[in-house]
C-alpha cells in the first residue's frame, strides 16, 4: 500500500486559525487574512515555556488553602487534597472522587503526555507515531474538564451558603489552579501536532 501524499506534495497548506485549505503560494488566507504558516511558528518553545510555567503554579495550587469553610463556629482552610479528604470523611465520596480526578490526575497525565509529545518531536522520534497522535487528541479532550475542581468549589460554596451557621469561601490556591488549567490548555494549543510526523517525511527524502 503506498504512502499518502502529504498537504505540501500537493502544494496545499492549512491556516491555523480558520482552518481553510489554502495554497502553499498563499501568504494569507483568502477567508479571514489571517498570516499562514505550514507549522506553528515557535510551537515547541511556547508549548515548553506554557508547560514550565504550568508546573510553577502547580506546587502552590497544591500546598496552599483552596477554600475556608465554617461549619457551625468551625473554622478551616483546606488544600486540594486536604479537601478530598474531608469530603470523603463526610459521605460525599462522588464529590471526593470528582475533585481528585479533575485537579490531581489530569494535570499530572496532561504534565507528563505533553512533556513527552515535546521530546520526541524535538527528536524527531518515529516511535509510536500513531498513538502519539491520538494522545495529543485524547489530552486536547480532557483538557476542558480539568475546570471541574474550580467548578465544584464554586457549588459547594453556593449550597453552603444555605446552611445558617455555615459559611464556605475561596483561597488564594483556586486561583492558581485555575492558572494552570489555563497555563496547560494553551499549551496543549501551541504544539503543532504534525511535528509528530516530520520524522517520518524527513526519513522519506
Known sequence: MSQPPYAADLGLQLCHDCGQVCRLSDRDCPRCDAVLHRRKPNSIARTWALLVAALIFYLPANLLPVMFTDLFGHGSENTILSGVIEFWKGGSWDIALL??????????????????????????????????????????????????????????????????????????GI?????????????????????????ERQDAR
Open 99 to 172: 475533585i481528585f480526578i479533575a485537579s490531581v490526575i489530569v494535570p499530572c497525565m496532561k504534565f507528563f503526555v505533553l512533556a513527552l509529545l515535546l521530546v520526541t518531536a524535538q527528536r524527531r522520534s518515529r516511535w509510536a507515531m500513531r498513538e502519539r497522535a491520538r494522545l495529543y487528541r485524547f489530552i486536547e479532550t480532557i483538557g476542558y474538564w480539568s475546570m471541574l475542581d474550580v467548578l465544584v468549589v464554586a457549588l459547594v460554596a453556593a449550597l453552603v451558603q444555605f446552611r445558617t451557621l455555615s459559611t464556605i469561601e475561596p483561597r488564594l
Open 175 to 199: 486561583l492558581f489552579f485555575g492558572l494552570v488549567v489555563v497555563l496547560t490548555m494553551l499549551a496543549s494549543m501551541s504544539f503543532d501536532p504534525r511535528l509528530i510526523w516530520d520524522a
